[in-house]
């Protein structure tokens, strides 16, 4: 299936950024007064950009279906993690603010993956167009003397 192995890209760029940012000095890198959380964030939003550029690059045809789903895939893995953690690890509860945070979270991810797939696209067109104007054309063949 094309959308899972983006969806492990995905994984393997966002799971450290995550617990680096959740973990920071003993607590979320977000609670402190400091803006170091972006960095992780923007590695989480990338990956998810880029990878839905690799499955609108395979996947040209059927990019749009294969993104949300590398998308759906690698968010519900996200979260279920940040629940284990939040709920299990930690013991902090789960107030309604950190659900909607997190349904905002997996709504712009898909967004995310399905912008990357039209760009994916976008650029497997113009390979091909580039390909196709360098190849000379075939000449006739010769009838043989």
Known sequence: MVGISPAIFVLLMSIPAMVVEEDWNGRPMIDE???LWLIPAAIVVSAFLVGGILVGYRRSSQALLHAMVMATVASG???AGALVRRLWLVGNGLPMAVLKLWFLGALCAGVLGEVGALLGKAARRYQTT???????PMKEPTALR
């Not at 580039?130 to 000379?136: D, F, K, R, T």
């Open 130 to 136: 580039q390909l196709e104007a360098e190849v000379p």
């Open 77 to 79: 893995v996200l979260l």
């Open 33 to 35: 007064r400091s803006h």
